[in-house]
């Protein structure tokens, strides 16, 4: 058994854009519901979503026969569960809160076995195939999306650098962070904070890498689309939930004069 291309790390790298969703909701049931709606990539939330290592085996296991692509976040930079987390199938990494070229080499280096890194070896475990794939040691470092999320101002000032590293397939931008460093906490759809991401991004697409982000506005994500992005979250599951439990509600105290 040969080991499957990372459908999602070749869609970016041959410039083909993206749809995802984010998946924070830490359940294998309810990443399967929005599996089977045929997003290109997922992303599986470990920093601001109670899930754990459990969790997430679930829904990895949940989201794989559907042809979703999952990315985890871990919920932080940390070399032990990067390497736990690749062990158990994850397709790649969104690494949060990358700061300087140095953090972008130490999630690279978490992501590739010796002598190009430092992930640990082990034998029969399910990114293998429990030992039925043949070349993964040979292909798993090509194979592994490594992308990083700059979400500071001086961040966002080395983006050019950060996604140059070798090793980052591409460059995440995450508006809320941003916003929130610039002094404009839960303002991340102001024009201040996307004048400030977008010539940051361009300057990435101009050299090829990869750029992509999360909004919850399906027209701004078109635009960004429109724009060059290459991997643009539409949506998260908790969000369409959350909408759609109170716009039915809504509809029903309407149509039957039920106040709150």
């Given at each position: 058994?040969?080991?499957?291309?990372?459908?999602?790390?070749?869609?970016?790298?041959?410039?083909?854009?993206?749809?995802?969703?984010?998946?924070?909701?830490?359940?294998?049931?309810?990443?399967?519901?929005?599996?089977?709606?045929?997003?290109?990539?997922?992303?599986?939330?470990?920093?601001?979503?109670?899930?754990?290592?459990?969790?997430?085996?679930?829904?990895?296991?949940?989201?794989?026969?559907?042809?979703?692509?999952?990315?985890?976040?871990?919920?932080?930079?940390?070399?032990?569960?990067?390497?736990?987390?690749?062990?158990?199938?994850?397709?790649?990494?969104?690494?949060?809160?990358?700061?300087?070229?140095?953090?972008?080499?130490?999630?690279?280096?978490?992501?590739?076995?010796?002598?190009?890194?430092?992930?640990?070896?082990?034998?029969?475990?399910?990114?293998?195939?429990?030992?039925?794939?043949?070349?993964?040691?040979?292909?798993?470092?090509?194979?592994?999306?490594?992308?990083?999320?700059?979400?500071?101002?001086?961040?966002?000032?080395?983006?050019?650098?950060?996604?140059?590293?070798?090793?980052?397939?591409?460059?995440?931008?995450?508006?809320?962070d941003i916003a929130a460093d610039m002094g404009m906490l839960g303002r991340h759809m102001s024009d201040?904070?996307?004048?400030?991401?977008?010539?940051?991004?361009?300057?990435?697409?101009?050299?090829?890498?990869?750029?992509?982000?999360?909004?919850?506005?399906?027209?701004?994500?078109?635009?960004?689309?429109?724009?060059?992005?290459?991997?643009?979250?539409?949506?998260?599951?908790?969000?369409?939930?959350?909408?759609?439990?109170?716009?039915?509600?809504?509809?029903?105290?309407?149509a039957t004069g039920k106040e709150n």
């Open positions: 058994m040969r080991m499957q291309a990372n459908a999602f790390l070749t869609a970016i790298r041959e410039g083909r854009q993206q749809i995802g969703l984010w998946v924070s909701m830490s359940s294998n049931y309810a990443a399967e519901v929005v599996a089977s709606a045929g997003y290109d990539w997922l992303l599986v939330d470990m920093e601001h979503a109670p899930s754990d290592m459990s969790t997430v085996l679930g829904q990895l296991q949940a989201i794989a026969p559907h042809g979703s692509t999952a990315i985890v976040r871990p919920p932080w930079n940390d070399t032990v569960m990067v390497k736990r987390l690749l062990d158990v199938g994850a397709p790649g990494l969104l690494f949060p809160m990358v700061q300087s070229v140095e953090e972008a080499q130490a999630a690279v280096a978490a992501c590739r076995y010796p002598p190009n890194g430092v992930r640990g070896v082990a034998g029969s475990i399910r990114a293998n195939n429990f030992g039925r794939i043949t070349d993964y040691y040979a292909n798993a470092d090509d194979q592994t999306a490594v992308i990083v999320q700059v979400e500071t101002q001086s961040a966002v000032a080395q983006a050019l650098e950060i996604g140059q590293v070798d090793g980052v397939d591409g460059v995440f931008f995450g508006p809320a201040e904070v996307w004048n400030l991401i977008l010539p940051a991004a361009r300057n990435l697409m101009d050299a090829g890498i990869p750029v992509g982000t999360l909004v919850t506005d399906p027209a701004f994500a078109t635009k960004l689309l429109a724009e060059g992005f290459t991997f643009v979250a539409c949506g998260t599951d908790t969000n369409l939930l959350a909408k759609g439990a109170d716009a039915l509600l809504a509809q029903m105290r309407a």
